[in-house]
């Protein structure tokens, strides 16, 4: 969903945003809209509820993904792209829920071993 402003609710947007369960993400766009809010719902009533929560503080628009030829795609290294290597504390600062699962598994395997 894309949520444009009326102005007087521009920072409450993000605020609600991080309290609703249904968001996955939420990012500060350029364009005609100020947020892009990715969400996840169990039913067509449910996506209607989160809309009317978002509603109160702007004009929304609403796409429903149908599906995703492209997925995940990884950035190809540039001269901008830092390529060499990182540090575990780096990592660890971009880690998400699922990596986390992962390592933890792995550093589990580990120690079995």
Do not use: F, W
Not at 28 to 45: A, E, F, L, N, P
Not at 64 to 74: A, E, F, Q, R, W
């Amino acid at each position: 969903m894309c949520i444009r402003d009326r102005g007087e609710h521009y920072n409450k947007i993000a605020t609600v945003a991080h309290t609703l369960s249904e968001v996955l993400e939420c990012h500060h766009v350029t364009g005609q809209d100020s947020y892009m809010i990715k969400v996840i719902v169990s039913s067509m009533v449910h996506l209607e509820h989160v809309i009317s929560q978002m509603r109160k503080y702007g004009e929304t628009t609403t796409s429903i993904v149908l599906s995703s030829p492209v997925k995940g795609k990884m950035i190809a290294a540039g001269p901008s792209v830092r390529v060499g290597p990182v540090s575990y504390t780096h990592l660890r600062a971009h880690e998400t829920p699922e990596h986390l699962v992962c390592r933890l598994l792995l550093e589990k395997k580990k120690k079995k071993n």
